[in-house]
């Protein structure tokens, strides 16, 4: 899960707008903004702003730092 927060800082810490990142990927603000409310970056996409934003822990950003397990009748008697 994508961490907008820590992203929409990298991208004003670097001096630019969701509209310039929009650009660089070559897509519309608006398509820009609905991926970013739904994790809909693609790899491609999350590697140029990457490489662009200087992300040292792009994990932080682009993954979530839980994982939950629901436990359920078939996990229960997992060793």
Same mark, same amino acid.
Do not use: W
């Given at each position: 899960?994508? +961490? =907008?927060?820590?992203?929409?800082? /990298?991208?004003?810490?670097?001096? #630019?707008?969701?509209? +310039?990142? /929009? ?9 820009? #903004? =609905?991926?970013? /409310? ?5 790899? *491609?996409? =999350?590697?140029?702003?990457? *490489? ?7 994990? +932080?950003?682009?993954? /979530?730092? +839980? ?5 359920? *009748? ?6």
């Amino acid at each position: 899960m994508l +961490d =907008a927060n820590k992203l929409r800082g /990298a991208i004003v810490q670097n001096g #630019y707008t969701q509209k +310039d990142m /929009a650009k660089l990927l070559g897509i519309t603000p608006k398509t820009f #903004y =609905a991926k970013m /409310a739904t994790s809909g970056f693609g790899i *491609d996409e =999350a590697k140029i702003l990457i *490489d662009h934003l200087n992300i040292k822990n792009p994990c +932080d950003i682009f993954f /979530a730092n +839980d994982v939950t397990l629901k436990v359920t *009748d078939k996990t229960k008697n997992i060793s």
